[in-house]
């Protein structure tokens, strides 16, 4: 064989992966690190909540006309998986040193602007409101409670178990929810009903 002809190319290796791996068979998950704990730990239960909002919001970017809308979520679902990670690793043995599963006061400080933007839009608040409205404000509104429900059972994990701009996030995140859900009413001409 003539070693001067060019050798073919070759074909990339893929390695395809099972969804399935049995691993959890007997109600264990891993954490980031390789810990088998229970699926019914405190800590599983609050990333899976996390996943849910996550979800929920996939929910409303999938729904909605509204680019602004779109790429505001897609930001914040990029944050959560960021926070999913965070709790999926206690010792930070792997997301300490990726940089894409940080969350500081950057990202908050993001939130609240994107608040502030939307409050104007939106009339004062002078009453409670019953969630509703349009189907994309209804949703954010399921999203918002879905986030205090990740928060509160974050916070249940005890104040050394997270880092606390995870928590400032999570409050500032239902806050842009509620007023994103407001402000989404409004652009679709759904009333809001006070209570």
Known sequence: MDSTLPHPPRDPIIV???IYTRTGDRGETALLGGTRVSKAAPRVAAYGEVDE????LGLVRAGTDDDQVKGMIEQMQRDLFAIGS?????????????????????DITRLEQWIDQLETEVPPLRRFI????????????VARTVCRR?????????????????????NRLSDLLFVMARAVNHRHGA???EW
């Open 16 to 18: 395809i992966v099972k």
């Open 191 to 193: 009333p809001e009903l």
């Open 150 to 170: 990740a928060e509160r059972t974050i916070v249940g994990l005890g104040a050394d178990q997270i880092e606390p701009d995870v928590l400032e996030y999570l």
């Open 86 to 106: 965070r709790l999926a690793d206690p010792a930070g043995k792997v997301t300490d040193r990726v940089a894409k599963t940080a969350v500081n006061a950057s």
């Open 130 to 141: 019953l969630a509703g409205g349009s189907l994309d404000g209804a949703s954010l509104h």
């Open 53 to 56: 909002l996550n979800a929920w």
